[in-house]
């Protein structure tokens, strides 16, 4: 019997790996002769490259840039040296993570570090940059990742703008000839998991800003802001990509990827599974399972089971689902190629219990439904 064990992470609990592992220890205990295939996954945001190096010949990189608010922080990124392929997380440079609660402020939080990863991939030779968007603390709308490899964004005065979404309210003008020429030698990929314009209800700054700190009347300046840099880029660019899907992911990012880096758009699910070979290693498989911390309706916009279901799919192979909890509408997902879906918890016990307990959790849950599945097939 050949099963392939592809779940996300557990935030706050277990690595991708880790759980991958732990349901494998599981079903060892009922089939100790299989063939499992551990391929940990991720959809794009954080655990992203931690995913894609346990199963590649990669390794960790860290370099020291400026986080969220200026700070200077601690990022690491992925290098795979073969295929000259640098996978970066902005989350790990420009992420809601190094931030505390009091600290979010989408007004004034910049992408700056992120390019300082940018240009340290290139300054090791990356010819493909894998951009996982995912987590961001910022609505700047990429304008601090450009700063970093060498754009100006200028006033009326030709002043230049402090770092923030709010500050493009007041953009009279945009260089970008002394931007990095090397960045037009490398092809960018956009990992996520989110479809939004950059502009608008379904916009950047009203359906992320609030979780960033933005208050009601932050989020509509912020709005008009990103909306006034659009058309400046526009106008520079001959070009207007604050339509395209997912120009909005992660404050705006995914629009400076778009139209000044040609990035492609990818769901982060497949961009993992392709550097990770889920579709090889299903060839033949008789059961996939697959996992995260909450399996509920917001798993169709990409998430990591919706993803490993599509691709599972195609191979015609069945597909369950262990998650920490399960949430409204979980059972939509019958319909989208997954099988069965399962808690991990047999009791009452509160998150932290559960957080602390997961790998057991996971290792219990994977032997029960190794013990029913082999009951069915008598």
């Not at 809601?96 to 007004?107: P, V």
């Not at 493909?128 to 970093?148: E, F, H, V, Y």
């Not at 950059?198 to 709005?223: N, R, T, W, Y």
């Amino acid at each position: 019997m050949k099963i392939v064990i592809a779940p996300d992470s557990f935030k706050d609990s277990l690595s991708a790996q880790g759980v991958a592992q732990a349901i494998a220890s599981g079903l060892r205990e009922v089939w100790p002769d299989a063939r499992l295939i551990e391929c940990p996954m991720a959809d794009g945001g954080e655990g992203t490259i931690e995913a894609v190096l346990a199963a590649c010949d990669g390794q960790w990189m860290k370099n020291r840039v400026t986080g969220p608010l200026g700070q200077p922080v601690e990022a690491q990124w992925g290098w795979l040296a073969d295929s000259r392929t640098a996978i970066i997380e902005m989350a790990m440079a420009s992420g809601l993570q190094l931030l505390t609660l009091e600290q979010r402020d989408a007004t004034v939080t910049t992408t700056y570090g992120t390019g300082e990863l940018i240009a340290a991939a290139l300054d090791a030779g990356a010819r493909r940059i894998i951009l996982a968007i995912g987590g961001s603390a910022t609505n700047d709308a990429g304008t601090g990742m450009l700063s970093a490899l060498g754009a100006r964004f200028l006033d009326i005065n030709d002043q230049p703008l402090p770092p923030g979404g709010l500050a493009l309210s007041k953009l009279a003008r945009i260089e970008i000839e002394h931007m990095d020429a090397r960045l037009g030698t490398v092809q960018f990929e956009v990992a996520a998991d989110v479809n939004n314009p950059l502009c608008g209800e379904q916009g950047a700054s009203h359906i992320f800003g609030p979780q960033k700190g933005a208050s009601p009347e932050q989020v509509l300046a912020l709005d008009a802001a990103l909306a006034h840099f659009a058309k400046v880029s526009s106008g520079l660019l001959g070009k207007d990509d604050s339509a395209h899907p997912g120009s909005g992911a992660a404050g705006g990012m995914g629009f400076a990827a778009k139209a000044y880096l040609n990035a492609s758009f990818r769901p982060g699910v497949e961009v993992v599974a392709d550097l990770t070979g889920l579709a090889e290693a299903l060839d033949g498989a008789d059961l996939v399972i697959t996992g995260e911390g909450r399996f509920d309706a917001q798993t169709l916009r990409g998430k990591t089971p919706f993803g490993v279901a599509r691709i599972a799919g195609r191979a015609q192979v069945p597909v369950i689902v262990l998650a920490g909890t399960l949430g409204d509408g979980y059972a939509d997902l019958y319909d989208h190629g997954i099988s069965a879906a399962f808690a991990l918890t047999s009791g009452p016990m509160t998150l932290d219990q559960a957080c602390r307990d997961a790998a057991t959790l996971l290792h219990d849950r994977a032997r029960d439904l190794a013990r029913v599945w082999a009951l069915a097939a008598k």
